[in-house]
């Protein structure tokens, strides 16, 4: 279990976005949209096998031949002068039967996330989510943050 880092692109005092799906998957559409419209590289993944069950798996002739996993990967590109990485998890890990993050899996990648900000000396590290709350289809919708 772990980070597996394909390159180490060399970045100064990066800023890092997180995304994980959830309410109307609002949170990882954010941070992947912003991602690919900047045409970030991929450099790294968590490794997958102690969060989740395969997606997908492919047997042939009685034999496993895949298995395929939700994808957590570390993304960088540069603008400008600012440097920037992108944290996008396909799916939040969860110990018991809820859809979302719960557990000491979700603390163990939120770490590990976390692991790969200190390495590159993240200067801030944002996240985007979205939740349920009760507003009626006529009130003027309100945009939600908790600042650190």
Request: glycine fraction near 8%.
């Amino acid at each position: 279990m772990g980070v597996k880092l394909y390159k180490e692109p060399e970045l100064k005092n990066p800023m890092m976005f997180c995304g994980w799906p959830g309410i109307g998957n609002i949170g990882i559409i954010a941070i992947d949209t912003l991602r690919g419209a900047l045409k970030a590289e991929q450099f790294g993944e968590i490794e997958p096998y102690e969060f989740f069950n395969p997606w997908k798996v492919v047997i042939e002739k009685g034999l496993l031949k895949d298995l395929d996993f939700p994808g957590s990967r570390f993304y960088f590109q540069r603008i400008r002068n600012q440097d920037l990485i992108f944290f996008i998890g396909e799916q939040q890990p969860t110990e018991g039967r809820t859809r979302y993050a719960e557990g000491q899996k979700a603390y163990q990648m939120a770490n590990l996330v976390l692991d790969v900000a200190e390495k590159f000396r993240c200067q801030r590290v944002y996240t985007s989510g979205a939740a349920i709350t009760q507003v009626h289809h006529t009130a003027r919708p309100r945009v939600w943050a908790v600042p650190n």
